[in-house]
């Protein structure tokens, strides 16, 4: 029984929405579906860094001038966009870093450094995005901390059975991926919270693959940290987000010094800003901030929930087409999943296919996607992963299905 329903929303004029989507690859209609690497940009996010350079290029929090003036409320108002977006309590607690990555470094190099002694513990799980293990790898081998790995079962689903085993009086910090970039698993992150803090643990979650999909509140969560880029939510390049409780980063020492996180310097020593802008050194990227905004404004527009719907509508008939596509493996089958299938063909490798893939329009990821641990878990050098996005419909889906056929007749 196909599982095709009507569209929640206007895909006709979301697509217009998106000036990139006009391009015409080997004179094909672009399919786009690579968006847990980067979403495509609408007009709203390009206007409004585009008037942003135009209209109000200046630096921010420093001059009193009218240009300063303006960038710098444009900015602070992006921080206070942000912070509604996810529900923060304080806008105080929403920081501008140049993404997940970063944003993560930044809790591993800080928080971590401050609290983690010789023997203390850092649980992670195997599902884990480099971005949000190297740095725990680093921050460990210098403190003499162990790491962790919750397992995962064959579907992709966290052992949470094995996680309350794992968490203890020695765990510090359990950094965790709210959804996973290769799975699509949605974790119980909720749970995860209430299990970590039972066991006086602080909670760190990389949400650059949930908010593109589905509403985020910080506050119900009661998370410690949390993290997300721009550049996956429809907005720029070079700008994400940290959130942390108030109390937390008042504590934590400063990531990088200069500009505009100090309140008074001398020869000897300095003194900091509190808050988000103690982590905030030099000049940010405005515009990115600015464009992030845009995007926020453009996805609250449609409506969060609509956009989770549309989401599910989406990964449910492309996995009904995908699994009747003999020789085809789906790794990541939870009950709990966003718009993201990784799979394999018995006949091709995924580096082939996504060739063949492109030349017919089709863009997709192949690779190990930046999750080697997880890759060796599932026993394969690398996975091609189609990922959807809110400007993608069942005519998409469809010609991905059509185009491994294809694939499977090269090789098969």
Known sequence: MSTKTEPLIDISKVRADFPILSERPYGKRLIYLD???????????????????????????????????????????????????????????????????????????????ANLREGDEIVLSQMEHHANLVPWQLVAQERGAILKFVPIDERGDLCLDRLREMVGERTKIVSITHVSNVLGTI??????????????????????????????????????????????????????????????????????????????????????????????????????????????????????????????????HATELLSGLPGLRIFGTSKEKAGVISFALDCAHPHDIATILDREGIAIRAGHHCAQPLMGILKEPATARASFGIYNDFEDTEALAVGLRKVAEIFG
């Open 35 to 113: 968006s847990a690497a980067t979403a495509q940009k609408p007009h709203a996010v390009i206007d409004a860094v585009g008037r942003y350079y135009s209209e109000a290029n200046a630096n921010v929090n420093r001059a009193s001038h009218f240009l300063a003036a303006k960038a710098t409320d444009a900015y602070e108002t992006a921080r206070s966009t942000v912070s509604c977006f996810i529900n923060a309590p304080s806008v105080e607690e929403i920081v501008f870093t140049r993404g997940t990555t970063e944003s993560i470094n930044l809790v591993a190099q800080t928080f971590g450094r």
């Open 187 to 316: 974790n119980p992150v909720a749970e995860i919270v209430r299990l970590a803090h039972e066991a006086g643990a602080a909670v760190m979650l990389d949400g650059a693959q949930a908010v593109p999909h589905m509403s985020v509140d910080v506050s119900d969560l009661d998370c410690d940290f949390y993290a997300f880029s721009g550049h996956k939510l429809y907005g720029p390049t070079g700008i994400g987000v940290l959130y942390g409780k108030a109390n937390l980063l008042d504590k934590m020492p400063p990531y990088q010094a200069g500009g505009d996180m100090i309140t008074s310097v001398s020869f000897d020593s300095s003194s900091f800003k509190t808050g988000a802008h103690k982590f905030e050194a030099g000049t940010p990227n405005i515009a990115g901030a600015i464009g992030l905004a845009a995007a926020i404004d453009y996805l609250n527009s449609i409506g969060m929930d609509t956009v989770k719907a549309w989401d599910a509508q989406l990964l449910e």
